[in-house]
């Protein structure tokens, strides 16, 4: 079956997903909506469609079986509830977005139609993370620590917090996300942020640091940092698990297995990104959502811990999730 694809949003994290997109035989794209109609274009000579300013027209004219939405979170609007009336299937980039309210509309409305959803989470999608999965299904751990450490990205909706939601919305949720899939629910928040050594670009007022503390329902506790200091490289991104005699360190998909004096390391051999796509398109083709590990529900989850970390840093209290 060819899975006819659109998307809106024709950007950075677009062309990711256009690129991979193209290597798989069964999708074939064919809308491309972007309010920048320079950027729609350049996206339809790269990879064939039609272009589109208005993601309404797009939903109307284009005959679609699934819908790419990759579009700044504050972006997101009614896109999701459009395209799920028509019955379009969804894979909707993080943050999805940054109104719980809005988000739990839309998981009721793909309940309700049955529409496939996936979330873009893709270093679930590690061929390195199915390995730790399987460790952490026979070893305890105790202690999680986790860390985003960047630079400020150009785009101007980034360094405005009420647009992006911060850098541990917005970046680090890879992180967060992670620590939910390996070690379960999170059952209670706090969170401190740090500002004022970056004052020299306009509109900037996110945090340049955060740390969030967490304790899972499994009462494994940990933290997980955030920062955009590093403005002239040297960024990094992972977590450390530690269990009895066990330490792990995942870093951008590198994983390091330290245990009763022994070293393995093992580095990915697949790419996160194609596959999460590839079972997304499969997911969309068969009717079966099972090849899909983040869902849209499951996606809600993790925006839910990283507003409720935003909500802690502002009054200073744990929130219970």
Request: one cysteine or more; aromatic letters at 8%.
């Given at each position: 079956?060819?899975?006819?694809?659109?998307?809106?949003?024709?950007?950075?994290?677009?062309?990711?997903?256009?690129?991979?997109?193209?290597?798989?035989?069964?999708?074939?794209?064919?809308?491309?909506?972007?309010?920048?109609?320079?950027?729609?274009?350049?996206?339809?000579?790269?990879?064939?469609?039609?272009?589109?300013?208005?993601?309404?027209?797009?939903?109307?004219?284009?005959?679609?079986?699934?819908?790419?939405?990759?579009?700044?979170?504050?972006?997101?609007?009614?896109?999701?509830?459009?395209?799920?009336?028509?019955?379009?299937?969804?894979?909707?980039?993080?943050?999805?977005?940054?109104?719980?309210?809005?988000?739990?509309?839309?998981?009721?409305?793909?309940?309700?139609?049955?529409?496939?959803?996936?979330?873009?989470?893709?270093?679930?999608?590690?061929?390195?993370?199915?390995?730790?999965?399987?460790?952490?299904d026979q070893e305890p751990i105790g202690l999680v620590l986790g860390y985003w450490f960047g630079g400020v990205p150009q785009?101007?909706?980034?360094?405005?917090?009420?647009?992006?939601?911060?850098?541990?919305?917005?970046?680090?949720?890879?992180?967060?996300?992670?620590?939910?899939?390996?070690?379960?629910?999170?059952?209670?928040?706090?969170?401190?942020?740090?500002?004022?050594?970056?004052?020299?670009?306009?509109?900037?007022?996110?945090?340049?640091?955060?740390?969030?503390?967490?304790?899972?329902?499994?009462?494994?506790?940990?933290?997980?940092?955030?920062?955009?200091?590093?403005?002239?490289?040297?960024?990094?991104?992972?977590?450390?698990?530690?269990?009895?005699?066990?330490?792990?360190?995942?870093?951008?998909?590198?994983?390091?297995?330290?245990?009763?004096?022994?070293?393995?390391?093992?580095?990915?051999?697949?790419?996160?990104?194609?596959?999460?796509?590839?079972?997304?398109?499969?997911?969309?083709?068969?009717?079966?959502?099972?090849?899909?590990?983040?869902?849209?529900?499951?996606?809600?989850?993790?925006v839910q811990v990283t507003l409720a970390a935003n909500h802690a840093m502002r009054t200073g209290q744990m929130v219970r999730?």
């Open positions: 079956m060819t899975v006819r694809i659109g998307f809106i949003g024709a950007g950075n994290i677009a062309h990711f997903h256009l690129e991979r997109l193209q290597r798989i035989e069964e999708a074939e794209i064919v809308g491309l909506c972007d309010i920048d109609l320079d950027r729609a274009e350049a996206a339809q000579d790269e990879f064939g469609g039609t272009a589109y300013t208005d993601y309404q027209e797009m939903l109307e004219r284009e005959r679609l079986d699934a819908l790419y939405i990759c579009i700044p979170p504050f972006a997101h609007l009614d896109q999701e509830l459009q395209a799920i009336k028509r019955g379009i299937h969804l894979y909707v980039e993080k943050p999805i977005t940054l109104d719980v309210e809005l988000g739990k509309e839309i998981e009721q409305a793909i309940r309700e139609r049955g529409v496939i959803a996936a979330c873009g989470y893709q270093w679930r999608y590690f061929d390195t993370v199915d390995q730790l999965k399987s460790l952490l785009a101007s909706w980034w360094r405005n917090r009420y647009q992006s939601g911060g850098q541990l919305v917005e970046q680090t949720t890879h992180i967060v996300d992670l620590a939910r899939y390996l070690l379960g629910e999170v059952a209670q928040v706090g969170a401190y942020d740090f500002r004022g050594l970056i004052h020299d670009i306009p509109g900037y007022n996110v945090a340049d640091a955060s740390t969030i503390i967490l304790r899972f329902q499994s009462d494994v506790i940990g933290s997980i940092s955030s920062s955009c200091l590093l403005t002239s490289g040297g960024g990094t991104a992972g977590l450390t698990l530690l269990g009895r005699d066990l330490r792990v360190d995942l870093e951008s998909g590198r994983l390091r297995i330290q245990r009763s004096g022994q070293v393995e390391e093992s580095t990915p051999q697949e790419d996160p990104y194609l596959r999460a796509s590839q079972a997304f398109v499969k997911a969309v083709a068969t009717g079966d959502p099972t090849p899909i590990r983040s869902t849209y529900a499951d996606g809600l989850k993790t999730l």
